[in-house]
T-cell receptor, first 116, second 111 residues
């Protein structure tokens, strides 16, 4: 049973460029969330997709956008990259919209983005 | 702004001792609480979930929740060097499986 898979694992960009990160959820999961984890910090919630729509959004600018496809996979896009966007980007999947009914959030291994 | 606070550590304990990790949260309406373990360079891994006041035990791990005090803790009994990691406390952001994480507490278990 494949877990959450993310690609690419590492990438280097320069300021002003755009980046797309990809995520395939755990088999049977329909909800995908994205988190940004800067060095020495806890993950910060970016947004969540369910039924191909953005359902919740954290405190991130519009430069961060996403998409969910009919097969539940998801993309995170970041435009006009800043040095401060350098971080580990984590994708997490779950089933449905409630923890008590559906259990835990499964994380992928992340995409490490370096902006020079 | 909803927040989750943890002592960053490092918390150092000898092998075999009890490690106690603490977390407070600001949103009194929060219902779901989690402890994740994160090894360096790896993704977070769920250790415990707790939804009701009181204690919940799973092997060497015990989570404690006190909603009146807005306090969650994790006890690790018989600590092992392999428990050395960063422990993240997470609270449900609002209904819908999104989480607010603390900054994490680094635990170091010496043999």
């Amino acid at each position: 049973d494949a877990g959450v898979t993310q690609s690419p694992t590492h990438l280097i960009k320069t300021r002003g460029q755009q980046v797309t990160l990809r995520c395939s959820p755990k088999s049977g999961h329909d909800t995908v969330s994205w988190y940004q984890q800067a060095l020495g910090q806890g993950p910060q919630f970016i947004f969540q997709y369910y039924e191909e729509e953005e359902r919740q959004r954290g405190n991130f600018p519009d430069r961060f956008s996403g998409h969910q496809f009919p097969n539940y996979s998801s993309e995170l896009n970041v435009n006009a990259l800043l040095l401060g966007d350098s971080a580990l980007y984590l994708c997490a999947s779950s089933l449905g919209q409630g923890f008590e009914d559906t259990g835990e959030l499964f994380f992928g291994e992340g995409s490490r983005l370096t902006v020079l | 702004q909803k927040e989750v606070e943890q002592n960053s550590g490092p918390l150092s304990v000898p092998e075999g001792a009890i490690a106690s990790l603490n977390c407070t949260y600001s949103d009194r309406g929060s219902q779901s609480f989690f402890w994740y373990r994160q090894y360096s360079g790896k993704s977070p891994e769920l250790i415990m979930s707790i939804y009701s006041n009181g204690d919940k035990e799973d092997g060497r791990f015990t989570a404690q929740l006190n909603k009146a005090s807005q306090y969650v803790s994790l006890l690790i009994r018989d600590s092992q060097p392999s428990d050395s990691a960063t422990y993240l406390c997470a609270v449900e952001r609002q209904a819908g499986t999104a989480l607010i994480f603390g900054k994490g507490t680094t635990l170091s278990v010496s043999s």
